[in-house]
């Protein structure tokens, strides 16, 4: 059985972020990042210490507001792309259904089946999102927690 939780996002009236391209690869983000190291390995530095800071975390991307992976720490057999892109199109239904209900967007989209836990999270102001698959076993409050903390990281390396 699966349970879908929203969580409504708070946003400062006229919030905006730096990070505006909502179609970039993870080849185009490394072309226009001019930092040494590049946007997607500093994205993906902060995916790998979300990993090693929360046990039973299964893998982790980032994704820009289309749903096309920024950087992934997610395990070699699952297809990124797809990933991504459905946790973004997860994103936007749920925060249309709050639209159509006059509520704010949603921050995030916690899914639970009986063996995973599968959380999506607004960053960015809305051009990105962050997906993290977790055991059952996971501590829900540390995870929280430590994905509260990425996505903080992962906006301060957008420039959000």
Request: net charge negative; hydrophobic share 50%.
């Amino acid at each position: 059985m699966w349970h879908v939780i929203i969580v409504p996002q708070t946003l400062m009236p006229g919030q905006r972020s730096a990070f505006s391209a909502d179609n970039m690869s993870i080849q185009q983000t490394e072309r226009i990042a001019g930092r040494a190291g590049g946007l997607a390995e500093l994205l993906q530095a902060v995916l790998l210490d979300f990993r090693r800071r929360v046990p039973y975390i299964r893998g982790s991307a980032i994704a820009d507001k289309s749903g096309l992976p920024i950087a992934s720490d997610l395990p070699p057999k699952v297809n990124v792309m797809m990933v991504t892109a459905m946790s973004a199109l997860a994103m936007q239904s749920c925060s249309n259904v709050l639209a159509n209900l006059g509520l704010e967007p949603a921050e995030r989209v916690v899914t639970e089946s009986k063996d995973s836990v599968i959380v999506v999270k607004s960053i960015a102001s809305g051009t990105a999102s962050l997906f993290a698959m977790m055991s059952g076993d996971v501590d829900r409050e540390l995870a929280a927690k430590e994905l509260d903390q990425a996505a903080r990281e992962a906006e301060e390396i957008l420039g959000a």
